[in-house]
């Protein structure tokens, strides 16, 4: 067990040392000068200069790698060339909407495709599968811009039940800032709660068809009982690879959201960065995506030998 853990632990420094090459690399190569950016087009080259000095641009880029590298792993992000404060003050102002979102996006995603998957499993060929088969599609197929435009559209113009964007804080009180995040987790949530359904279904069916369900089903158990007994937790290896990957991508993927609500997380901090050409914002929030995709994986890898005991046999 030892040798594995420090084998996936190995990995993962691996990981991100390659990914903070290539955010840097992809940096680097990206046409366009912030110092031109920030002063116009008519600023004198000798005020050009002075400011690529005060944000270090100046400097060679291996030097500039290593000052990143080693900023960040004492907390430095850097500083904001467009807002002129801490890159890490900007993050921790994000990330308390960034992360409720994908967390509540997630919990419902949870909530809708465990049901269904294992219901559409359960009732193979029958109406209820088909009408889970159908629906799952339609979300499959359908961009979660949509449904927010969607949702906001009922909820908003026409109910009036919800703000149509925006995000009034969280010192506003829970209640409000919770509600302003509806909506949001609910267009982020469908459509990967219809993928997750599938992936639950097409896992449990594979189950199902194992010898040691027969032989329990051979030896008087119930048909409920199996299910939840037996099949329902040996599917869940490839359902987990799946919820890994969702969060991650609730939390790094919901730029296009996150813009259709107007909602200041790190998603919108990217988009922000990205037409500023803030490029120590957008290097700094990237590797903490990566690093979060990455330790959410490794998470996962973890859950593998709590869910199957073969496995923690063969670390």
């Known amino acids: 067990m030892t040798t594995y853990l420090a084998g996936r632990v190995a990995s993962v420094l691996l990981s991100l040392i390659v990914a903070s090459i290539a955010i840097f690399l992809i940096m680097e190569v990206l046409p366009g000068d ?18 690529r000095a005060q944000l ?10 290593f000052s990143w590298m080693l900023g960040m792993l004492h907390g430095d992000f850097g500083t904001s060339y467009t807002y002129r404060v801490p890159v890490a003050e900007l993050i921790v102002q ?5 992360l409720p979102l994908a ?34 599609q339609f979300g499959v197929a359908v961009p979660n811009f949509w ?42 949530a469908l459509p990967q709660a219809s993928i997750l359904a599938r992936v639950m279904r097409s896992a449990l069916l594979d189950t199902l068809e194992e010898d040691y369900i027969r032989t329990a089903r051979a030896r008087g158990l119930s048909r409920a009982a199996t299910l939840w007994r037996h099949a329902v937790r040996n599917a869940l290896i490839p359902v987990l690879t799946i919820v890994g990957l969702q969060f991650a991508f609730l939390l790094a993927g919901g730029i296009i959201i996150e813009n259709v609500f107007f909602l200041p997380g790190l998603g919108r901090l990217v988009f922000q960065g990205i037409t500023q ?4 914002v957008v290097k700094s929030v990237v590797m903490l995506l990566v690093f979060a995709v990455i330790l959410v994986n490794f998470l996962v890898d973890l859950s593998y030998l709590v869910v199957d005991p073969r496995l923690r046999r063969r670390a």
Do not use: E
């Not at 050409?277 to 120590?280: E, G, Q, S």
């Open 147 to 188: 449904f927010a435009i969607i949702l906001v559209y009922i909820f908003a113009v026409t109910l009036h039940w919800f703000s149509a964007g925006g995000f009034p804080g969280w010192d506003k009180g829970f209640w409000q800032g919770l509600r302003a995040l509806i909506l949001p987790s609910i267009a982020l």
């Open 34 to 51: 912030p110092a031109q950016f920030i002063l116009g087009m008519n600023a004198q080259p000798d005020t050009l200069a002075a400011l």
């Open 277 to 280: 050409r803030d490029l120590i």
């Open 94 to 98: 994000r990330i308390g909407v960034s």
């Open 103 to 136: 967390g509540l996006s997630l919990a419902l995603t949870l909530i809708i495709a465990f049901p269904a998957g294992i219901l559409a499993a359960a009732r193979r060929n029958s109406k209820t599968d088909f009408a889970v088969s159908a629906i799952t």
């Open 56 to 65: 270090g641009l100046d400097a060679p880029p291996l030097m500039r790698y």
